[in-house]
C-alpha cells in the first residue's frame, strides 16, 4: 500500500511541476504579466513621492477613526455612485499620467483635500493597473501635500476582501 502512495505522489509531482521547472510551461507567462505590473507600479510610485497602504491596512485605520481623508479618483456617475469606501471624497483623474492640471482643476483639487499640508491623504481608483489614484496621490505631492498614500488594491481589492462599501450599488 506505501509502494502506490509514493507512486501516486510521484506522479502527482510530475504531472503537476516538471511542466513549469526552471522557467518552462505557462506560468511564466503569466509571471511575465505580474511582474510588467510590479515594475510598472513601482516606477509610479517612485515618480510620484507617495507611500503606499495596504487593503487591511487602510482597513485598520478606518475602523480606528485615524485623521485620514480618503479619495476616490475614478467617474462620478459609473463607479463612486454605485460604491465606495467609507466616508471617501472624490475627485476623477483620467488614466493616463496627467502631466499638467490648469488653475481651475488645481483649485477644485485643493478644495477637496484643505488646507493642511500635512493631513493624511489616501488615493485609490479601480484596480492595481489603474493609474487614477497615482495621478491623485502625484499631483497631492506636487502640490505640497506632505502625507499621502495610494492604495492600490482599490475598490476590488477592498470588495474581495469583504469590506463594507457605501453607495447605491
Not at 71 to 99: C, Q, R, W
Request: aromatic share 12%.
Amino acid at each position: 500500500m506505501a509502494r502506490y502512495m509514493v507512486l501516486a505522489v510521484a506522479v502527482l509531482f510530475a504531472a503537476l511541476v516538471l511542466p513549469f521547472g526552471c522557467g518552462q510551461g505557462s506560468l511564466t507567462t503569466k509571471e511575465m504579466d505580474t511582474e510588467k505590473i510590479a515594475v510598472n507600479f513601482n516606477q509610479e510610485v517612485a515618480r510620484g513621492g507617495y507611500r503606499v497602504v495596504a487593503t487591511e491596512e487602510l482597513k485598520g485605520w478606518l475602523d480606528g477613526k485615524k485623521d485620514l481623508i480618503v479619495i476616490d479618483t475614478m467617474p462620478f456617475e459609473d463607479s463612486y455612485k454605485k460604491n465606495h469606501l467609507p466616508g471617501a471624497g472624490h475627485f476623477e483623474f483620467p488614466i493616463p499620467e496627467v502631466k499638467e492640471l490648469d488653475d481651475a482643476k488645481k483649485e477644485a483639487f485643493i478644495k477637496v483635500l484643505g488646507d493642511n499640508k500635512d493631513k493624511m491623504l489616501v488615493f485609490y481608483c479601480g484596480f492595481v493597473k489603474c493609474t487614477r489614484s497615482h495621478n491623485g496621490a502625484m499631483w497631492a505631492k506636487k502640490l505640497g501635500y506632505t502625507n499621502v498614500y495610494r492604495h492600490p488594491g482599490g475598490i476590488k481589492a477592498w470588495l474581495e476582501a469583504g469590506y463594507p462599501v457605501e453607495g447605491s450599488k
